[in-house]
C-alpha cells in the first residue's frame, strides 16, 4: 500500500465521528481551514507517466484515496466524473475510499459503474449504533463489488449482528487519536470482533485511540504507539 491519492482536500463535519477529525488537527497547525475544499495538485496522479511513458504509479498498487476529504462531498461533484474516468483507466490498480456519504453513493456513480468496478474498495464508517444502523442497510443494498465497514472512531459498544453478510470483507476497528480524544473500550472492541467471527467476517483491531479502557482501567496512549498496541492484541481474524 501507498501513501494514498487525495485528489481534492478539505471537507465538512458530517455526525459524530467527526468532532476531532484529524484533518482539521492537521491543518490548524498550518492555520489552513479544513472547510475549505479545493483540488490537489495530485489529481492526475495515477495516470502520470514517466519519460518512457510509462505509468509512475505501479500496476498492483493498492491506493488509499481521498483520506483528507469525502470521495462523496457535494462540493466536489463537479470533479468526480474526471476521477472515475482516472480509476477506470488504470483498472491494473486498487482503489479504496471511506465514506460517511454513503447515501449519496448513488447519485455519484459512474453511468458504467454496473454492479461496481473490480478494482474499487468501499468502506463505510460507523462510529456507533445510530450511525451503524442508519447506514449500513443502505449499504448493503448497493452495488458494490468490494465493501468493508469501519468503526472508527468507536465511540460506543456496536452490535454490527443484523449488518454483517457475505458481501463485508472485513471490518476494521480503532479508537480516537489526538488531545481531545473520546474513550474506546476494549470489551467494545472484542464485541465487534466476536460478531464478525459469528458471521465468518475478517476483523481487524487497528489501533487503540488515545484514550484506552481494558477491564475498567484507563491507559492514556501515545500517538506513536497506538497502532502497535493494537496488533499487540493478536485479536485479528481471517476468514476461515
Not at 468532532?19 to 489552513?32: G, H, I, P
Not at 502520470?48 to 470521495?71: H, M, Q, R, W
Request: aromatic letters at 12%; proline letters at 3%; hydrophobic letters at 35%.
Amino acid at each position: 500500500m501507498n501513501n494514498g491519492w487525495n485528489l481534492w482536500h478539505g471537507c465538512t463535519k458530517y455526525s459524530e465521528g467527526c468532532a476531532n477529525c484529524y484533518v482539521y488537527r492537521q491543518d490548524s497547525r498550518f492555520e489552513k481551514d479544513a472547510q475549505t475544499v479545493y483540488q490537489t495538485k495530485a489529481f492526475y496522479w495515477p495516470i502520470e507517466k514517466d519519460k518512457k511513458g510509462n505509468y509512475k504509479l505501479k500496476a498492483g498498487s493498492i491506493v488509499p484515496t481521498c483520506f483528507t476529504s469525502d470521495f462523496l462531498l457535494e462540493e466536489c461533484d463537479k470533479w468526480r466524473d474526471e476521477a472515475w474516468q482516472m480509476i477506470k483507466e488504470r483498472s491494473d490498480c486498487t482503489f479504496l475510499f471511506i465514506t460517511k456519504r454513503i447515501v449519496r453513493l448513488k447519485k455519484c456513480l459512474p453511468e458504467d459503474w454496473g454492479n461496481g468496478y473490480d478494482n474499487v474498495i468501499i468502506g463505510v464508517t460507523c462510529e456507533n449504533q445510530k450511525r451503524a444502523d442508519e447506514r449500513l442497510p443502505l449499504f448493503n443494498s448497493l452495488p458494490i463489488k468490494h465493501k468493508i465497514i469501519i468503526c472508527e472512531p468507536l465511540l460506543e459498544e456496536i452490535d454490527l449482528t443484523n449488518h454483517l453478510n457475505s458481501s463485508i470483507e472485513e471490518v476494521i476497528v480503532g479508537g480516537e487519536s489526538g488531545e481531545n480524544a473520546r474513550l474506546c473500550d476494549f470489551a467494545w472492541v472484542m464485541k465487534l470482533r466476536q460478531n464478525c467471527i459469528e458471521k465468518n467476517i475478517p476483523f481487524t483491531f487497528k489501533q487503540t485511540g488515545a484514550r484506552f479502557i481494558k477491564d475498567g482501567k484507563l491507559y492514556l496512549i501515545k500517538r506513536q504507539f497506538q497502532h502497535s498496541q493494537a496488533k499487540k492484541a493478536n485479536i485479528n481474524t481471517t476468514k476461515s
